[in-house]
């Protein structure tokens, strides 16, 4: 099996972001201008720690 190989990190992120929370994620990192993973959490409901 071969390793799949990132040009950018950005394209790594998205592949591990998939899913229906993907669109909310983003917005949340982009209107805090960075963001703590369980400040993040908090402030979605209805998240789990897996996504």
């Known amino acids: 099996m071969t390793e799949k ?6 394209e790594a992120a998205m592949e591990l972001l998939n899913g229906k929370w993907k669109s909310v994620i983003l917005c ?8 703590n993973t369980g400040v993040l959490r908090r402030s979605i409901h209805g998240i789990s720690q897996k996504v």
């Open 28 to 35: 949340r990192i982009a209107a805090s201008n960075g963001i």
């Open 5 to 10: 190989v990132y040009n950018v990190g950005v």
